[in-house]
């Protein structure tokens, strides 16, 4: 077990501020723009910690319902698993200890008001909070892909799909929201590590790491890294580095497809569609008919005689080739038709020889 996981159950030192009377002006500067990049990450931690809570009672709603039937189930366990993990993290109450952490801090330089700063005991307690959220955010993304993976594999075996579709929206949730509450965990912590370098040390504690790059998988390591820039502040004019996480960075949704726009020359209108399609409809219902005459007068041919008189009628094409049954086939074509049907015509065996021709 990480032995920084077991400072985090330390109780809290005692809230109070200590007066520096020769604290330069620059570097107070430097621990109040850190202040305020910490507190730009409020609204957005706030919102996600709600999100989560009502995905929390959700999930636990589904399995109190599913607990009877599925109690043994592997997946239903991993459930378990992930609600207690979330219950843990919800009663974590980091962002408090933040909170009033930061209050301890003037929101502004001033070289007439006495300064007076928090402790290091102080902040560093906060920092171990920050950690052991981190902490619990990797397991939350380790239980929910466990999860989602059981979820898929039920939806491919069909067996109660219903149930592990549900189970798989509620989780998908869980796990986009946290990966972004893990963002803005980092970035939190790496803005109070920039107030600790700064404060004056009172007693010597535990080391902490520079960043939460350990609990955070690979491709979000990367997007956090990518999107550290250099922005202005508005009130101080100074160059601040900050975590800039865009939409499409953090989901990764890929390049945007960019579609041909047809002039309105090339458009088609819809009369010449709704033509087009009773032209071909019309067509298809020509060959269906055509077909089915063809089949008709084949299939009333039971002997020999029926057959010469078939061809017997066929032969008056010469008169009216439209309305014969044959009149795809050219003139010599039809003498190879019949010529080949009268030598396949054997007394011996005439339903098979009928058959034959009707093939032919």
Known sequence: MDPLLKLVLDPPPISTTIHHPAFETGILKKIIRAKWKIKRMFEEIEADLLIVSEEFKLLSHVLYKNHNRFHNDKGYKDLRMLEKTLQKFLNHKFLKSLTGFLGFIPDSPSTQMK????????GHHTHLQLYGAAAFLARVEML????????????????????AAQNL????RIWL???????GVQTCYSGLGEVLAE????????RLPANLFKFMPEDLVEQVQKAEALVVDAETGVEVTEMRVTVEDFLDIGEPVKRIKLSPQQEPSLLSLNKKRKKDETTIAAEVVGTSESKDALSSIHNFDQMKDFLREETQRKVSRKSSLTSKLNQDSWKDLKKEVLDNLVPTIPNKSLKLCRKL
Do not use: I
């Open 199 to 206: 404060l004056p040390k009172d007693v010597e504690n535990a």
């Open 177 to 183: 929201v946290c990966r972004h509450l893990l963002v």
């Open 144 to 163: 929910s892909k466990n999860c989602a993976l059981l979820d898929v594999q039920r939806l491919n075996l069909g067996h109660f799909w219903g149930v």
């Open 115 to 122: 300064t007076y700063l928090p402790t290091q005991a102080m």
């Open 169 to 172: 929206a509620v989780v998908g």
